[in-house]
């Protein structure tokens, strides 16, 4: 798919680090599955990528965590 943010390059699969702030929570998830523009770097989520970062957001925060870094893979 063309970027919409630059206009110029394709979108490639790739891996990237996300980071999440919520409620006093800080949650890195390193090797996450997105389409990245050759162009201008700009990343995009699958719909069910972002549902399961959010998921596993919730779930870290209800253990009491307030700083967590891990790799993406399935849930548990």
Avoid: F, H, S, W
Avoid at 8 to 36: D, F, N, Q, S, Y
Avoid at 44 to 54: A, G, N, S, W
């Amino acid at each position: 798919m063309r970027c919409p943010i630059c206009r110029k390059g394709e979108t490639k699969p790739g891996k990237t680090t996300v980071t999440l702030e919520r409620k006093g929570l800080t949650l890195v998830v390193k090797g996450v599955p997105a389409m990245i523009c050759g162009q201008c770097g700009e990343e995009y989520l699958e719909t069910e990528v972002k549902d399961r970062l959010l998921y596993q957001a919730e779930e870290t925060a209800r253990g009491g965590v307030q700083v967590a870094v891990c790799e993406y893979g399935p849930l548990e």
